[in-house]
């Protein structure tokens, strides 16, 4: 079924590439890598975090590809408390509102902070953007998402089970004299049929850019899956190097 299902997806994303050729030639390129961390040493011990984040997109008049990876590893007093893996994989299409567009996601993620072994997502849906300007940008979008998990509950005991969770996010962006820039993306993706089976997932950023492609940067991310009981809250701090082209 996940086989079928990421089949699917890459079929659609190669077949709205085709389309969208029919409407610009012009392809524009982003690439994005993020490092950022913490470190905390006193007497009595020391812990660690560090948070690494590459994007790139491709876009197009009428489609964009977006691919994601991140990588969180932390640890305190030498016992580990974070070793966490994500990767996406989606794509916009856009109608003739370029306001309005359909999405749709792949997703792969392990982590040991949330006591997840695999877990993959992969749905489609639709967005709008509520405001669109130059500096400013807020975007609703949803959809069902298929999910895959194997999972660790309490007292160790494995959890291997499939649902289809309804996906809401709000994201948005806002630059301040091109200098500064928020950003951020929050999640809510609550099972259709059970009601405690919930998963919050919000990452939050503030940049201060010193030149065109680099920036420092504040992060704020927060993740809870409910049906596990867990959760976790990452700040931390560094660097941020992106290249339009």
């Known amino acids: 079924m996940i086989i079928r299902i990421c089949l699917f997806l890459w079929i659609g994303v190669l077949c709205s590439l085709n389309v969208a050729a029919q409407f610009s030639d012009s392809v524009?390129?982003?690439?994005?890598?993020?490092?950022?961390?913490?470190?905390?040493?006193?007497?009595?011990?020391?812990?660690?975090?560090?948070?690494?984040?590459a994007a790139f997109k491709i876009s197009k008049k009428k489609i964009v590809l977006n691919a994601d990876a991140g990588y969180v590893y932390g640890a305190q007093n030498s016992e580990q408390t974070n070793n966490d893996v994500t990767a996406s994989l989606n794509?916009?299409?856009y109608a003739g509102n370029r306001r309005f567009f359909y999405w749709g996601l792949a997703?792969?993620?392990?982590?040991?902070?949330l006591k997840i072994n695999n877990r993959f997502q992969g749905g489609?849906?639709?967005?709008?953007?509520v405001i669109r300007t130059p500096?400013?940008?807020?975007?609703?979008?949803?959809?069902?998402?298929?999910?895959?998990s194997d999972l660790i509950l309490e007292d160790t005991i494995p959890d291997k089970y499939q649902t289809v969770r309804n996906s809401l996010r709000v994201y948005y962006k806002w630059t301040i004299k091109s200098i500064i820039v928020l950003e951020g993306s929050q999640f809510w993706q609550q099972s259709f049929t059970k009601q405690n089976d919930y998963i919050l997932k919000?990452?939050?950023?503030?940049?201060?850019?010193?030149?065109?492609?680099l920036?420092?940067?504040?992060?704020?991310?927060?993740?809870?899956?409910?049906r596990t009981g867990r959760e976790n809250l990452l700040v931390n701090y560094g660097i941020t190097m992106e290249k339009y082209f």
């Open 91 to 93: 794509f916009n299409l």
């Open 215 to 226: 920036a420092i940067t504040a992060a704020l991310n927060y993740n809870r899956l409910n």
């Open 135 to 148: 500096t400013a940008v807020l975007n609703i979008s949803d959809g069902p998402l298929f999910e895959h």
């Open 28 to 53: 524009h390129y982003y690439a994005k890598y993020s490092s950022t961390g913490s470190i905390n040493q006193t007497n009595d011990g020391r812990s660690y975090l560090l948070n690494n984040v």
């Open 107 to 113: 997703t792969y993620d392990r982590s040991y902070s």
């Open 124 to 129: 489609a849906g639709v967005a709008y953007d």
């Open 202 to 213: 919000s990452v939050n950023s503030v940049s201060v850019k010193l030149r065109s492609w």
